[in-house]
């Protein structure tokens, strides 16, 4: 039994300090119907949560479109100070809020810990740009008159989150729509509402205006959100999740044309070149995989390794993940916490099994130990071959799938031999090998000797089939400004 499913005090305590209403207009309300929210470590439910329904969710986007015209009229420096008050606030709670998201998410405490700080980061990034939306002033080139380019917020936006970050992909969307004036409709996953929730009280205790963040949860995200889609209201949509889910969303936009912006699935390459600091490369791998437990968009997906030192990579890299310790995320010194749930486990066996069948090796881990909880142990397969279904599908598990290449071009076209295009992982001390490389990659980043590519300040998004747009950097508040331009005859 790898987690005790009793709730210690501080635990009880922490749970108990999250609202478990909806959110609009800036009070809490109560539903009909609520879900239970239950610890993936224990498979005990922790607490309900109100289940909104489409009236619910009207009556959201009623508040974000009342208040959209005063939050577009408050000075950027007004919002800015919002949103540090919101950043400082996350940072002195970081214990509560990191405790309430493992409980109901499983990363290990010190990644929530980690995680609530980089939520913090977005609130202080946005509060800075708040106040350097920039404009133009230019001649016609005929001459004569003048244009004039201006930014103006998009409109009430709605934001949709995936389970796997709750409070930093929330604070992603949420920040920058602040900054550039808009107001929101937040829908957390299902999975995962408490961080959200915990956050949007926060911010009502900073000053947030009523109206300016509605949080809405629900057991039944098409039913809520398609009517607001289509709500010639809703100006705006960004989304975080499943590229499967994303094409469906992309559909709905398109019959009213409006604006989104995609965060989608992954499949990152992660290549290892033999003139690799290795120790430097093992470490960068086991980043890349287990953060999260393997369950990010960024996750390692296909480890490809120069054959001259692809079975020393493997070796060591096993060796690491044989010895990270497996259980609860509030044990001390966790790394491999608990997969979200059932469903994921078995989708992580199914593609150990399939690679196996297809002549993969096991060099340790393969097998889900035995419940409570929904845990599956750090494996590495070797020998993996291209056709392998975990090549062309997201692990979102603790499984580092390696291959073998024997030249640039190789490795170049085979990371490159996917739909997804979100990031990718080159390893080289060969500064021409690594800038070549890294501008033939088709990811839309791109970690070049490190394995964590994420950071407020920089454009985080994807090509092809991982998305539109770029979150935090100093575009990522373009996402919810529009630009307009006044023509002015002298
Ligand atoms: P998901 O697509 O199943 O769900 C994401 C969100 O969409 C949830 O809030 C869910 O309730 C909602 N949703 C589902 N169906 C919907 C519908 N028909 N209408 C409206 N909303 C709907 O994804 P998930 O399992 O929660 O998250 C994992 C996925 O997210 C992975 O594919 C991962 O790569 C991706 N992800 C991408 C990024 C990125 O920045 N690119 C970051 C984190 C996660």
């Known amino acids: 039994m790898l987690a005790d499913s009793t709730l210690s005090a501080a635990e009880r305590t922490a749970i108990d300090t999250v609202p478990r209403g909806l959110f609009i207009n800036g009070e809490w309300r109560e539903t009909a119907r609520t879900f239970p929210v239950v610890d993936p470590a224990t498979g005990v439910p922790l607490c309900s949560v109100a289940d909104a329904d489409p009236a619910d969710g009207l009556a959201a986007l009623d508040a974000a479109d009342a208040a959209q015209p005063a939050m577009a009229g408050t000075s950027p420096r007004e919002r800015g100070d919002l949103l540090m008050r919101v950043h400082r606030a996350l940072l002195a709670e970081t214990e509560r809020l990191g405790l309430i998201m493992t409980l109901e998410m499983g990363k290990p405490l010190e990644e929530a810990r980690r995680e609530i700080a980089y939520a913090a980061e977005f609130f202080r990034w946005f509060a800075e740009e708040a106040v350097r939306i920039d404009g133009g002033y230019m001649s016609a080139p005929t001459g004569g008159a003048r244009f004039l380019v201006t930014k103006q917020p998009v409109g009430p936006s709605l934001l949709i989150t995936p389970w796997n970050f709750p409070m930093a992909m929330g604070a992603r969307k949420i920040a920058p729509a602040l900054a550039a004036g808009c107001t929101c409709v937040v829908k957390p996953a299902e999975q995962t509402p408490l961080s959200m929730l915990a956050l949007v009280e926060l911010m009502a205790t900073a000053g947030l205006p009523a109206g300016a963040v509605n949080v809405v949860t629900t057991t039944d995200p098409a039913a809520l959100m398609t009517p607001l889609i289509r709500d010639e209201r809703s100006r705006k949509l960004s989304f975080t999740g499943s590229t499967a889910v994303g094409k469906v969303l992309l559909e709905q936009c398109a019959q009213t044309v409006m604006r989104t912006s995609m965060e989608l699935g992954g499949n990152a390459p992660l290549l290892v070149f033999d003139d690799a600091d290795l120790d430097e490369a093992v470490e960068g791998a086991l980043e890349a995989k287990m953060r999260n437990i393997g369950q990010a968009c960024t996750a390692a997906n296909r480890f490809l390794v120069q054959r001259g030192i692809a079975e020393e990579f493997a070796q060591r890299l096993a060796a690491r993940m044989a010895a990270l310790p497996m259980g609860r995320g509030t044990e001390p010194d966790v790394v ?20 196996r069948t297809r002549g993969a090796t096991v060099l340790t881990g393969g097998t889900a130990p035995t419940g409570p909880g929904t845990f599956y142990s750090a494996t590495v397969l070797v020998d993996v071959p291209d056709d392998a279904e975990l090549y062309h599908t997201e692990i979102f598990g603790p499984v580092a799938a390696i291959g073998v290449f024997d030249t640039e071009d190789e490795a170049i076209r085979r990371a490159n031999g996917t739909p997804y295009g979100l990031v990718s992982y080159v390893f080289t001390e060969n500064l021409r090998r690594g800038l070549r490389v890294c501008e033939a990659m088709e990811t839309g980043m791109v ?43 002298l």
């Open 336 to 355: 491999v916490g608990p997969l979200i749930d059932a469903d994921a486990v078995a989708k992580v066996q199914h593609l150990v099994d399939d690679a």
């Open 447 to 489: 970690g070049l000797n490190q394995g964590v590519v994420s950071n407020p300040a920089a454009p985080f998004g994807g090509v092809k089939e991982s998305g539109l747009g770029r979150e935090g950097g100093s575009t990522g508040i373009d996402e919810f400004l529009e630009i307009k331009y006044i023509g002015v005859r």
